[in-house]
């Protein structure tokens, strides 16, 4: 998205935009604002989000010490960071290139697939409740592409 408003930027400087193009550049603003809006709401209720996944995690996996919770934590924190960056630049390979090339090993390495696809689904569950249906199906394909290379990896 960021490239086509670019090139229809520089496009205008060698000619006045035609109507069609204007109304593409039009809809791009307005598709990086509905954007925008969702990523800001999910940086102010990052923490109430997590807090309820934290919770859901310590209640039914009391076996799990504490430093693993912690680490799933931590792992899908940079997650939906990197999956809302994602989103709003509408660049999957953003989200490839910052976690999903070596995540995959670190989760595996730790056996935390289990506790980790839990997690994944308790957050999606969590993040569709506090967004609501409209702002989470915006987020939702960058979570889901996460969820499937993170945990049906090695």
């Known amino acids: ?86 989103m709003l630049s509408n660049e999957p390979l953003y989200l490839e290139q910052r976690i999903l090339e070596w995540l995959p090993e670190q989760i595996a390495a730790h056996q935390m697939q289990e506790l980790e696809q839990n997690l994944a689904n308790y957050l999606l569950i969590r993040c569709k409740k506090v967004l609501g249906t409209e702002s989470f199906s915006i987020i939702q394909p960058y979570l889901e592409q996460s969820k499937t290379i993170l945990l049906t990896s090695p």
């Open 1 to 86: 998205m960021i490239t086509d408003i670019e090139s229809l930027i520089y496009q205008a400087e060698a000619e006045h935009l035609s109507s069609k193009d204007l109304g593409i550049f039009k809809s791009q603003i307005l598709y990086l604002e509905e954007r925008l809006q969702v990523y800001e709401q999910i940086r102010a209720q990052e923490a109430e989000i997590f807090q309820h996944v934290a919770d859901q995690l310590l209640h039914n996996f009391p076996q799990q010490s504490e430093e693993k919770i912690k680490r799933a934590l931590k792992h899908w924190l940079l997650v939906i960071r990197c999956c809302a960056m994602a």
